[in-house]
Nanobody, 125 residues
Framework: QVQLVESGGGLVQAGGSLRLSCAASGRTLSRYAMGWFRQAPGKEREYVAVIDWTGDRRYYAESVKGRFTISRDDAKNTGNLQMNSLKAEDTAVYYC??????????????????WGQGTQVTVSS
């Protein structure tokens, strides 16, 4: 079992930056692919960025490409999402997730067995 806890969310003005962190416990993250997903009110959960278990491959949703950067630090058992040039449409609850079944990094939420509780990101325009 892996327990995930996100932090770093908050209120920021459009154009600003936030860095989300995902701290894991229970097991080492080095055996898992990691993903960041978000869910806005009234919308389905969507993928934002994923990173494979080696850290060599990263995938981004078109809406965040060039603005967000996903990373992982297996020595610290953490994952991060650096978010720059934030827009009002980035407002959502952000979740980190870990998958042991698709180590390449799936874009589908149902491939991830472990989820954090979420952290709210609000971008004011």
């Amino acid at each position: 079992q892996v327990q995930l806890v996100e932090s770093g969310g908050g209120l920021v003005q459009a154009g600003g930056s936030l860095r989300l962190s995902c701290a894991a416990s229970g097991r080492t993250l080095s055996r898992y692919a990691m993903g960041w997903f978000r869910q806005a009110p009234g919308k389905e959960r969507e993928y934002v960025a994923v990173i494979d278990w080696t850290g060599d491959r990263r995938y981004y949703a078109e809406s965040v490409k060039g603005r967000f950067t996903i990373s992982r630090d297996d020595a610290k058992n953490t994952g991060n999402l650096q978010m720059n040039s934030l827009k009002a449409e980035d407002t959502a609850v952000y979740y980190c997730a870990a998958s042991a079944t698709d180590l390449g990094g799936s874009l589908r939420p149902n491939e991830y067995a472990y989820w954090g509780q979420g952290t709210q990101v609000t971008v004011s325009s």
